[in-house]
């Protein structure tokens, strides 16, 4: 069974930095791309960071968000600097089978659980 757990969300103030772990289990994604969504209450997800073939990002964190990953540990990385208020949401990390990016949510097979950012003005 495949597992997805995020950790390192937490309380901010703008302008300030958190970064997200995400480590997989029961499948190794070295081949695939791995990503991080985000959800606004009442809101559809909206794409963050992709690192698969290529790395991708949304325009409204590009400079300020970095993804990487650790193969050998089977984890990507969101770093966040800069943080702002409209940064606040529930972020998940996502993998798929395929090295291929998405900013389509369907197109990715696993999901975490999420993990909650916060950023005070």
């Known amino acids: 069974q495949v597992q997805l757990v995020e950790s390192g969300g937490g309380l901010v103030q703008a302008g300030g930095s958190l970064r997200l772990s995400c480590t997989a289990s029961?499948?190794?994604?070295?081949?695939?791309?791995m990503g991080w969504f985000r959800q606004a209450p009442g809101k559809d997800f909206e794409f963050v960071a992709a690192?698969?073939?290529?790395?991708s990002y949304a325009e409204s964190v590009k400079g300020r968000f970095t993804i990487s990953r650790d193969n050998a540990k089977n984890t990507v990385y969101l770093q966040m600097n800069n943080l702002e208020p409209e940064d606040t949401d529930v972020y998940y990390c996502?993998?798929?089978?395929?090295?291929?990016?998405?900013?389509?949510?369907?197109?990715?097979?696993?999901w975490g659980q999420g993990t909650q950012v916060t950023v005070s003005s």
């Open positions: 996502a993998a798929r089978t395929s090295g291929l990016r998405s900013y389509n949510r369907l197109d990715w097979t696993y």
């Open positions: 029961g499948r190794t994604f070295s081949g695939d791309a």
């Open positions: 690192s698969g073939w290529i790395t």
